[in-house]
């Protein structure tokens, strides 16, 4: 809890009224330590018969900013009402997870960079790469010769890919990598009529299996790599939000526990007699 103390010492009124009593004709000074009328008030008080002061009731608004604290920075809604143990812990989360979503994010876009070059160099749209419309001894075929010499519709429907009156000579739906990288980098890994693009694609006899002999496999491990970094650091992130909702409540109830009320209370010094003091806690 978190107290606000302000002490007001009325000793030297209390004194100085009970010696106004006690001598006739004695003056009573001002009082320097009794703002105004503050001891005629307490004196008014004390021949009314009253012995307590009402306290305010608790204000919602005072809620507000520990709150918002919280919502900014976990925990720190407690530390500002005093709950110290409450609140360090959640800021030692929120900095861990923030931690994790810089370093998980990191590594998904390093992967990224890596599964694109690695797409870049071993999968191919067409192998003639000195564009004089044939395929040189020093060439590979790519996925537009392939598809053109083992899926031209000899095996069905099913893998009828072949067609040089769809775009991109394919009944596929091709997607260059101008028009959308990331469902280009997906699908030349993940669907059949793409699999011809790799430069190790091996005919085997059979359309449905004919594949690449390791490069799309590896191709694929490091694509999700970079996908599984990218859900953590997603997961960090709903950390982060699950972490300030459950930091803005425990604030809350907190201070709803707390004594809020503002208080008159007795005080005595040693030597010098009584006095009051204001007490207000939230």
């Known amino acids: 809890m978190r107290r606000f103390w302000i002490g007001f010492s009325i000793v030297a009124g209390l004194a100085t009224g009970a010696l106004a009593q006690a001598t006739p004709g004695w003056q009573v000074p001002p009082n320097p330590l009794l703002p105004g009328r503050s001891l005629a008030l307490l004196q008014e008080t004390e021949e009314a018969g009253e012995t307590a002061v009402e306290s305010p009731g608790p204000s919602n608004s005072r809620y507000v900013l520990p709150v918002l604290m919280s919502a900014v920075v976990p925990g720190m809604g407690e530390i500002v009402t005093g709950h110290w143990l409450r609140g360090l812990p959640f800021v030692a989360v929120d900095i861990a997870t923030w931690v994790l979503y810089a370093h998980y994010e990191t590594e998904g876009r390093d992967w990224r960079s890596t599964y694109e070059a690695f797409a870049d160099a ?161």
């Open 122 to 282: 071993h999968w191919r749209y067409t192998g003639d790469t000195n564009g004089n419309g044939n395929i040189d001894v020093d060439e590979t075929p790519g996925w537009q010769e392939n598809l053109r010499d083992y899926y031209d519709g000899q095996y069905g429907l099913n893998y009828d890919y072949w067609d040089p009156s769809s775009p991109y000579n394919c009944t596929c739906p091709y997607i260059p990598k101008e028009e959308d990288k990331q469902h280009y980098y997906e699908n030349i890994g993940k669907y059949l009529y793409y699999y011809p693009g790799w430069d190790d694609w091996e005919w085997n006899g059979d359309p449905a299996t004919s594949d690449s002999r390791s490069r799309r496999l590896e191709y694929g491990e490091m694509r999700q790599e970079s996908n599984t970094n990218f859900d953590n650091a997603t997961n960090m992130i709903v950390v982060a939000m699950a972490t300030r909702l459950a930091s803005m409540v425990q604030t809350v109830l907190l201070m709803r526990n707390d004594t809020r009320n503002v208080e008159l209370r007795p005080m005595r010094f040693s030597g010098r007699g009584a006095g009051l003091r204001i007490a207000y806690r939230y």
